[in-house]
């Protein structure tokens, strides 16, 4: 029968700490939960109750609220929703043919917590400094633009949307450059996401000590205080995805 | 996402979930080609990739200008020749029922294309 693959762990954090009944422990979520040991590993995971079964929405959020819970009591490795074996000896399988890789990410998560950090573009302040940068620049067009033909204003134009552009590259730059150096003082296990829309200024994920979420809270009101104009946000914590991505065997 | 994991906002809450709402949909710039729109698709395709190769000449010119290495008839040249072929991107983004949203490309964990 199929089996769901929820996270997986250290077993002496189990031995340490064993839940008396891993489904109350887990209440609210449906399904029969084990735990699969190999090695010094621990996974925690369901078997499927239907062969086929219906992927949604709902689905997603409550295995991620599964992960969730297990990810406040131990340091883990998180799977993705999805991670589906055929039995329970493959899961055996999959924790000893990784058990070198799974050991290394466990210990460099161990009393972390993840935290998403976002600094977003404020629209009033990006409508005014895109005017106020675009009427300076009518003011002083380059001197191979000046002269009044056809295509002479359309680049003008084109070279005024390109500054407005490169000068809000380089004010994120800076933002960014200055937020990177106060997250350094917290943590040096962070990431730099892409920014996926032209509002994001800064999307950073952090691993974090457990014991240090009052620093986080801090530094995220140190930012917005810096950048009043602007938009802060943080979340978390969560099991730490963005820092526990192996190749699995 | 649970109330309870957003630890502290600042600025203006109807723009922040405005954002996080655009962050966390994904953009939907794939490639849907069935038997039915496969002319649309494959245009989709070619049109993306002009765009993408149009916006770096924009963009060459752009550096050029401020490097200020043209002569007035290169500028005309390059002014006309960029123009044109705006001009023709528009065309055949109406041909193809296709808006600036549409070409674009999620390349996964390397955002998008434009």
Redesign the interface.
Same mark, same amino acid.
């Given at each position: 029968m199929p089996v769901t693959v929820y996270a997986v762990f250290y077993s002496s954090e189990v031995h340490d700490d064993m839940p008396s009944d891993i489904d109350l422990f887990l209440s609210g979520s449906e399904g029969k939960f084990e735990f699969i040991y190999a090695n010094k590993l621990t996974a925690l995971v369901s078997l499927q109750k239907e062969k086929n079964p219906v992927y949604s929405q709902q689905e997603v959020l409550a295995y991620a609220s599964i992960v969730e819970k297990i990810s406040k009591r131990y340091a883990i490795l998180p799977m993705r929703y999805g991670s589906v074996v055929d039995s329970l000896e493959d899961v055996i399988a999959l924790l000893q043919k990784n058990s070198e890789s799974f050991y290394a990410v466990l210990d460099s998560v161990k009393n972390k917590e993840e935290?998403s950090l976002?600094l !977003?573009f +404020?629209?009033r302040h990006q409508h005014d400094t895109l005017n106020m940068e675009s009427t300076e620049i009518i003011k002083v067009p380059?001197?191979? !633009?000046q002269g009044n =033909?056809? =295509?002479?204003n359309?680049?003008l134009k /084109?070279?005024q949307e390109?500054i407005v552009e490169e000068n809000r590259h380089q004010y994120i730059e800076k933002i960014q450059s200055h937020v990177t150096q106060e997250i350094r003082k917290i943590t040096e296990i962070f990431e730099l996401k892409?920014?996926? =829309?032209p509002? !994001?200024i800064l999307?950073a994920v952090l691993l974090i000590e457990r014991s240090a /979420?009052d620093e @986080?809270?801090a530094l995220? +009101?140190r930012i917005?205080s810096r950048y009043?104009e602007?938009?802060? @946000? !943080? =979340?978390?914590p969560?099991p730490p995805y963005n820092f526990t991505q192996i190749k699995i065997e | 996402?649970e109330e309870d994991?957003? $630890?502290?906002?600042? *600025?203006?809450s109807n %723009?922040?979930i405005e %954002? $996080?709402e655009?962050?966390t949909s994904g953009?939907p710039g794939r490639i849907n080609a069935t038997p039915e729109n496969v002319d649309s698709g494959l245009a989709k395709i070619v049109l993306t990739l002009i765009e993408l190769i149009r916006k770096l000449m %924009?963009?060459q010119?752009?550096r050029r200008?401020?490097g200020?290495s $043209?002569s %007035?008839d290169q500028?005309?040249n390059? *002014?006309?020749t960029?123009?044109k072929l705006e001009q023709k991107m528009d065309e055949l983004k109406k041909i193809f029922n296709l808006t600036d949203k549409d070409l674009n490309l999620n390349l996964g964990? $390397?955002?998008?294309l434009l």
């Open positions: 935290y976002r !977003l +404020s629209q380059p001197a191979i !633009l =033909t056809e =295509t002479k359309y680049l /084109k070279y390109h892409k920014r996926v =829309t509002a !994001l999307d /979420k @986080i809270l995220a +009101s917005q009043p602007h938009n802060v @946000i !943080l =979340t978390g969560w | 996402m994991k957003i $630890l502290f906002y600042g *600025g203006s %723009e922040i %954002e $996080l655009k962050i953009n %924009e963009k010119a752009m200008i401020d200020n $043209l %007035e500028i005309e390059l *002014g006309e960029l123009m964990p $390397l955002g998008d």
